[in-house]
């Protein structure tokens, strides 16, 4: 039997800050997840949940699922911990077995040299198991990551490939997109539903008016893309029914109110590209225009958005002015709640008011705070759509 036909530990990865926003997608997706620990949020389920997982989630990274765990404090334990494991159950003669380390308050911290005798013992026990006097390793790749934490090793098997943040409508890259990931998890801290209007005033490529229609719409957003398990030979085909499910799922019918604004005219066009490959060409408005020109005649809208910092052509005055005449703008949309990200400190103080939250995540790496200005709550009947 494969490991694939039994209850497996699965792990979903996220970038600091968002982790109990996958948590909660994960509850929402009818899992029962563990806390996080350390970026990772872990559930029980079958390989379909695997597949169902790399499918649903937005906002995580990557989908793991956990092979063994062991403490092991020198390489030959090390060594015989991994050799134990069954790994002809998940591994056919042909795999191409890759492995990365990583290593936190352990006393084997050389990765180099855990990595190698992690490879060691798992291509030993093939070839004892398949009875090969070598590996071929001409097969597709099982990308195996050992991370040791207080000396207790976890095995985990990549099952994504390519990260999740790569949706597959991304054909063209424009300056300092946000990932979609982030862009989404965005979208979850906020309280844009598909019901309200919604602006991004500095869209640039589109991601987060695209994830918005995306959300909107309830497309999956793996259902343009590949996952690396779809490779795997000893595991069932469920790709198909996940698919059928993800397209079972998709609202045909809901009109969304999604706009983008960017004053660079190149930005839009790959904003508009990128929405006809996302298939959400028809739900976003997408304007050259300087937001300072934005407005709407609704009410209960939201903003979420990561305006320009730090980029080559903007002196630090230029930015202080951007904020400042940002913050003008969104005065002038009733009731509507406001979400930036950006790792300009002085954010409020331009912007002209203080948050009514904050939170810190991280854009490639770099330290930002997501600043939430909440507006007013839509009434219960729903005047959001009334012109005023
Ligand atoms: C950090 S980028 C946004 C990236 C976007 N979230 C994406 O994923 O591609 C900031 C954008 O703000 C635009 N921008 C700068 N000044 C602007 C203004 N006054 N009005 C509208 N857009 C502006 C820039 O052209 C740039 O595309």
New binding site residues.
Partial sequence: MSIFDGKLEIEASAASGIEAVVKRELVALGYAPSGADRGRIRFEGSYLDVMRANMFLRAANRVRIVLTRFPADSFDALFDGVYAYRWQDAIPKRGRVIVNAKSHASKLFALSAVQSVVKKAIAKKLMDAYGLPSLEESGESYDIEVSLDNDVVTLTLDTSGEGLHKRGWRTYL?????RETL?SAMLQLSVWKSDRPFI?????????PIEAAMMGRNIASGMMRRFACEEFSLAPAVRDVVQQEAEQLVNREIKLRISG????PN?VK??MKHARAAGVQNDIHLQT????TASSRFRYGVIV?????G?RL?SEGEVRE?YR?FGRMCDGLKDWSVYAITSYRAFEKYFGRKADKTRKLFNSEIECILYAFLGAKPPANDSSRDAH
């Fill in positions: 424009g300056d300092a997109p946000i862009a991004d005033p500095f869209c640039g490529s589109g991601t987060i604004f960017d004053i660079d930005a790959l904003a225009a300087d937001m300072r958005t990561n305006p320009p910092y980029e903007l951007l005449d």
